[in-house]
């Protein structure tokens, strides 16, 4: 069986599976045979509306909801050369706010990134980004899903990424292109 991302049909999980509460972040786990509803599958992670809350699930547990999601191979981690900016704000451009169908660079959540060299010799992205909220419970989990991604750079041997809140975001800090996506223009 595979779950259709179009549209908002009921999804019954096909197993026990762990899911974040947004935006508190709370750990759940959601009972095999519990409908649900996926109202956003982007950058391999999947918001459902379950039981009157959104729950985000990780790629990994697409399984339950009947979506098979190709694994990459693990690639060896060398810094055979430089890092490509361009490449990173690619792959920042995958990383999505779980309830927001704009990625997290078009909504000005990124206010820095900066490639460096490591002592071992590697190649460390730092990235300084923010949340459209303080108080908001998915940014431990942002902040992985941000680390995780830019690690597959090529010649990415390290990544390390620092919440801010200094300045705090707004709306005037999304791109043109957020706007229009979100009606907002």
């Known amino acids: 069986m595979t779950a259709s ?10 197993r026990d599976t762990d899911a974040v509460l947004i935006p508190a972040g709370t750990p759940v786990r959601i009972p095999a045979g ?3 509803v996926i109202t956003q599958a ?6 459902v509306f379950v039981n009157g809350n959104l729950a985000r ?27 490509s900016p361009d490449e990173v704000w690619a792959q920042l451009k995958t990383c999505y706010d779980p309830e927001i ?4 660079v078009e909504l000005g959540l990124i206010y820095d990134m900066a490639v460096e060299p490591t002592d ?3 190649n460390r992205v730092k990235v300084t ?11 431990e989990y942002l902040k992985a899903d941000v680390e995780q991604k830019v690690r597959a750079v090529r010649n990415v041997t390290d ?14 800090r999304m791109s043109d292109a957020a706007k229009l996506a979100l009606g907002m223009y």
């Open 57 to 83: 699930i990780e790629a990994k547990d697409a399984d339950a909801l009947g979506i098979e999601v190709a694994q990459q191979a693990a690639q060896p981690k060398t810094a055979d050369g430089p890092v």
């Open 159 to 172: 990544a390390e990424v620092e919440l801010t809140f200094d300045p705090p975001w707004d709306r005037d």
């Open 129 to 139: 980004m923010t949340l459209t909220a303080p108080g908001c419970g998915m940014g």
């Open 120 to 122: 071992e010799g590697g």
């Open 101 to 104: 169908p704009v990625d997290i």
């Open 5 to 14: 991302l179009n549209t908002r049909e009921p999804v019954v999980l096909e």
């Open 42 to 47: 982007l950058g391999g992670t999947f918001t």
């Open 34 to 36: 519990t409908e649900v």
